[in-house]
């Protein structure tokens, strides 16, 4: 399998090929991790834990569904949430972080599922995904949609049923966690 992550072509598999995944994106992943747990060391166990993860279903990697960075991303994602659900258990050893940073963070968990979802959607099909957008991103009703498409209501309705689970189906496979698209 051939991945492509910066540019050039690269194997997922072997030593060499997750050496050369981790050189064009450990840097960025350990900032997100770092700003998403606050402590360097969990940081660098939580660049570690994906690069891991992602050597192990490297078989499950397929790039016409998403960009290597992607994939990553959404693997760290789902470790960095591990660790904090594990973490909360666990007595705070440090004391609060500053509100800057924990404002920064919710800014970049926004931009990074905007930037899946947005993923996801090149996915589906032209009707499925106009019709998503103009219903949840732009907030028009199922009448207005169905009257600029010149299509009936009911059709409107179905694709966006469609459309969802077929949306939902393509974060899944980008390894996004449940929860980032709701129903419709």
Known sequence: ???????????????????????????????????????????????QET??????????YDEQLGSLRT??????????????RAR??????????PADVADDDTAFDR??????????LRRLSGDHRRVLVEVHYRGRSYQEVAAALGVPEGTVKSRVYYALRALRLALEEMGVDDGVVGDG
């Not at 909360?88 to 004391?95: I, Y």
């Not at 931009?111 to 996801?120: D, F, R, S, T």
């Open 1 to 47: 399998m051939v991945v492509t992550g910066t540019g050039s072509s690269t194997l997922l598999s072997g030593e060499a090929g997750v050496r050369a995944a981790y050189a064009a994106h450990g840097e960025e992943l350990y900032r997100f991790a770092r700003r998403s747990l606050s402590d360097a060391g969990l940081a660098e166990e939580a660049v």
């Open 51 to 60: 690069f891991l993860r992602a050597w192990r279903a490297a078989d499950r």
């Open 71 to 84: 994939w990553l991303f959404a693997i760290c994602r789902n470790v960095v949430i591990d660790m904090g």
């Open 88 to 97: 909360s258990v666990r007595p705070v050893v440090v004391g609060p972080e």
């Open 111 to 120: 931009a990074l599922v905007a930037w899946q979802v947005e993923e996801a």
